[in-house]
């Protein structure tokens, strides 16, 4: 059953017989007329069933068996599913490798914005249902929002039909721990990315991935591909753990989760490890707030976490200052180029909010800390500073300001900047859902609430300046 190539045209040329550009993520034609493009720049196959005469001897047939394993054997870096090709399946894994393909443009790329054990599923495609429903859900969903169209009837079947076989999988133990269930419920996140959240930040689908690795007897990751799993992961359960309680992980639970060897000696890694640390210290402060306990000692353990933050802080920013400087000097920008510059970029933000964060805490346990409330002006300015910068990899590649953005919103009462931040979260929200489908004020009040420590005096002054 040999592949004959079939070209590059996206699907909606090859059904009207029309002349593609193969232009990737979209074509220049479906942008024009604003449908869906599928495949633009993918080279497709068409299977055909080799003819044997009667005549043919054992060792022709070997000759083909071995020819074929040779081939399979010379898979791409995505990997073939070890399955009998049929249709679908190779039009679905055709589909999503094209999605996540490496050269597309940092404004749609899904691996990297999303993570790189997104090259680790093609060859998991067929071997679990959840997994295959959500990536055919994320593939569409991903097509609908590179042409700049809400998400069609087709993509919410897909999605829907995906939550469907996910809870079905959640109910049955040994698939709801599988490595692909967990993946599966990643790519649920990055679909509710693309389809607004119904306006929402916090999405609900981090507290089923925390679930799934509580009931599992290792919390940790258990092989390679978990390992790139769970550097997507960590950061998802953990940003939604500042704001939502169901996700109730012990100390120990939170620093498995974001250990990774990938980055353990990376600033980005410490960064994260020092994040680990904030739900912990969340919930024990709204309850000492709440029972009127002495804050001095939880005050005393989160100052130098904080002052950690801030050198790691100050060391991405040195990073990224050096970048730009280099690109004034004239050299060939190679596509590693590109993408060590976005992630530096993107580090650096993520660093901001990490220290944003801790700075909001501390506030909240001694409001009369006035060194504190002036660095969390400066980190505001830094947030809108690279909010600013971060336009270039609108809307998928800079998504994660969201996060940046509302961590500045909370931090900082002041009437004028808060405004700001408003605009800018405004902006940047609207890449993903409408502008009258948004409520900063409803959105932004349990992040408040958390990371002020439920602090009644904080919430009146920022909700009452």
Request: charged share 20%.
């Amino acid at each position: 059953m040999p592949g004959v190539p079939t070209g590059r045209a996206c699907d909606a040329c090859r059904k009207q017989k029309k002349k593609c550009d193969e232009k990737q993520p979209a074509c220049g034609r479906c942008l024009r007329l604003k449908v869906t493009c599928v495949g633009s720049g993918q080279q497709r196959f068409k299977f055909k069933q080799e003819q044997f005469s009667a005549k043919s001897n054992r060792s022709s047939q070997m000759t083909v068996i071995s020819r074929t394993q040779s081939a399979e054997k010379k898979n791409n870096s995505f990997g073939t599913p070890q399955m009998c090709p049929s249709n679908g399946m190779t039009s679905l894994t055709s589909s999503f490798v094209g999605a996540i393909k490496r050269s597309t443009d940092l404004r749609y790329n899904m691996w990297w914005s999303f993570g790189i054990y997104l090259e680790e599923i093609p060859p998991r495609l067929g071997s679990n249902e959840a997994l295959d429903h959500a990536v055919d859900a994320v593939t569409t969903i991903h097509a609908g929002f590179c042409t700049r169209q809400p998400a069609s009837v087709e993509a919410l079947a897909k999605y829907s039909l995906a939550l469907k076989t996910l809870r079905s999988h959640l109910d049955n133990p040994p698939q709801a721990s599988a490595s692909s269930t967990l993946c599966a419920v990643m790519l649920l996140l990055i679909c509710q990315t693309f389809i607004g959240n119904n306006g929402q930040i916090v999405s609900g689908h981090a507290q089923g991935a925390a679930s799934i690795l509580k009931a599992r007897k290792g919390f940790g990751p258990r092989d390679e591909f978990e390992r790139k799993l769970f550097l997507s992961l960590r950061g998802s359960v953990l940003f939604e753990g500042l704001y939502n309680d169901s996700i109730d992980l012990s100390p120990e639970e939170w620093d498995t989760l974001v250990t990774n060897d990938f980055d353990l000696n990376q600033p980005e890694g410490q960064l994260l490890r020092c994040l680990a640390q904030a739900p912990v210290f969340i919930k024990r402060g709204k309850r000492a707030i709440r029972n009127g306990e002495d804050l001095t000692p939880l005050k005393n353990e989160v100052r130098p976490i904080y002052e950690k933050c801030r050198l790691i802080l100050a060391e991405l920013k040195e990073r990224t200052v050096e970048d730009e400087t280099s690109e004034l000097i004239p050299r060939t920008e190679t596509f590693m180029t590109r993408i060590l510059r976005a992630h530096y970029l993107r580090t650096y933000g993520m660093g901001i909010a990490i220290t944003t964060f801790f700075n909001c805490i501390l506030q909240a346990l001694n409001p009369s800390d006035y060194a504190c409330i002036l660095e969390s002006r400066s980190l505001v300015i830094e947030t809108l500073v690279h909010a600013q910068k971060s336009n270039i990899h609108r809307p998928v590649g800079a998504g994660y300001v969201i996060m940046c953005l509302s961590a500045a919103w909370v931090v900082n009462s002041d009437p004028h900047l808060r405004s700001m931040v408003e605009a800018a979260l405004i902006d940047y929200f609207g890449d993903f859902v409408p502008h009258h489908g948004l409520n900063i004020p409803r959105e932004l009040g349990q992040m408040n609430e958390n990371l002020c420590l439920g602090s009644n005096t904080q919430v009146n002054a920022l909700f009452n300046p």
